[in-house]
């Protein structure tokens, strides 16, 4: 591949928060953002600013509907409780705020945008998506709208047919098993933490074909990571050969993050992410999860390091120290911060045993995965 890796960004999700309250009340892409730019990594050539998706481009997967009630809620600032019942928007885990409709369509543009510019093959990151739980008629665990199944919609209207889509988010992609189940030319890989919240993509979904889904359970670590990308995740999309590849590289697996029980350091993302770009001549790495301020920018900011062929340092230089200890949380306030999170880009790993659980959630998947196909 010859041409740069590009990173997809935007203002708009700047200063946006979901409420003082909620998980998304952090920054999250500004903060990749200022962080590589202070580091060097995103030189104007290879940054892109996010479209907004008009609304008759969000209808390929969501509602028209659905899209109106999402505007006007925007335009109200506020909803009736018909259509809070009915699109699931003013609830505590999908808020009306302000840019409620701009935000998302602004992530959707931009896996939109990221179709388009992989039409002759490379690599995009659109930090901003990864939206997994959105649902055609309603908002799903903190996700309006899903990006990645637009992305998806997008490559396919060019022709490419054959699109493996891997999930590292510590929950279960509800919304794009929804729309891809039983999808000949999909194949969906999705690690995620057992029973916890959306509680589907048990060992046993198989998504009409579709789908390879693996519950890991509390305190994955490094060593079972590796072990399940090298045995199932790497093998079962070489075997897919496809046209294109999209990562969902959710941040919440990590240690630090408050919502889940995984603990991943940011350099088994990254190791993941390096491997598996090879294996497709188009690939679209997206956000998602990821709900501590410094463990979503240090990681996101690493997996462009990955894409892009920059060495993380050891120790980060001033002006990006700066963007980290410029960073604020309302949650775990009387926690103490690690000096690594101001300091440090790359997490120590975390190394421990592959436990049974793996082991055998493994055998049970390793022979599930796509044969290899002839090449043609
Ligand atoms: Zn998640």
Redesign the pocket.
């Known amino acids: 591949m010859t041409r740069v890796p590009l990173f997809i960004g935007s203002e708009v999700y700047r200063g946006s928060s979901y409420g003082a309250w909620h998980p998304l009340a952090i920054p999250r892409v500004p903060t990749v953002m200022d962080l590589t730019r202070a580091l060097g990594w995103l030189p104007a050539a290879q940054y892109v600013t996010s479209p907004r998706a008009r609304p008759a481009a969000l209808t390929a997967f969501h509602t028209p509907a659905y899209i109106a009630a999402l505007q006007a809620a925007e335009r109200d600032g506020g909803v009736s409780a018909a259509v809070r019942d009915r699109h699931h928007l003013g609830t505590h885990s999908n808020p009306v705020y302000p840019e409620m409709f701009r935000r998302p369509a602004t992530a959707a543009g931009g896996s939109i945008l990221a179709a388009e510019l992989l039409r002759g093959g490379g690599v995009v990151y659109n930090p901003g998506g990864g939206t997994h739980h959105g649902l055609p008629d309603r908002a799903n665990g903190f996700c309006y709208l899903n990006d990645p199944v637009l992305g998806m919609l997008a490559l396919r209207a060019q022709g490419i047919r054959r699109i493996a889509y891997v999930d590292l988010?510590?929950?279960h992609c509800d919304g794009v098993a929804a729309r891809f189940a039983g999808d000949p030319e999909v194949l969906m890989i999705s690690v995620h933490e057992d029973r916890r919240w959306p509680f589907t993509g048990a060992l046993e979904d198989r998504a009409g074909g579709a789908g390879l889904n693996l519950p890991v359970p509390r305190g994955l670590n490094d060593t079972e990571m590796r072990a399940i990308v090298d045995a199932l995740i790497l093998p079962a999309v070489a075997g897919f050969r496809p046209e294109a590849l999209v990562v969902q590289c959710?941040a919440?697996a990590l240690e630090e993050d408050p919502?889940?029980r995984l603990a991943l350091s940011n350099g088994a993302l990254w190791r993941a992410v390096a491997a598996l770009v090879p294996l497709a001549p188009r690939v679209l790495v997206l956000g998602?999860?990821g709900y501590n301020p410094w463990s979503v920018a240090r990681a996101w900011a690493g997996v462009w390091a990955t894409l892009a062929g920059h060495a993380v340092p050891d120790r980060l230089p001033p002006e990006a120290e700066a963007v980290l200890r410029g960073l604020s949380w309302t949650r775990q306030r009387h926690r103490p911060r690690p000096e690594a999170w101001f300091t440090t880009v790359a997490d120590r790993p975390r190394e421990g045993p592959v436990r049974a659980e793996i082991r055998d959630r493994l055998a049970v998947l390793v022979p599930r995965r796509p044969r290899r196909r002839a090449a043609s």
Do not use: T
Request: aromatic share 0%; hydrophobic share 20%.
């Open positions: 988010d510590a929950h959710g919440d919502l889940s998602g999860g």
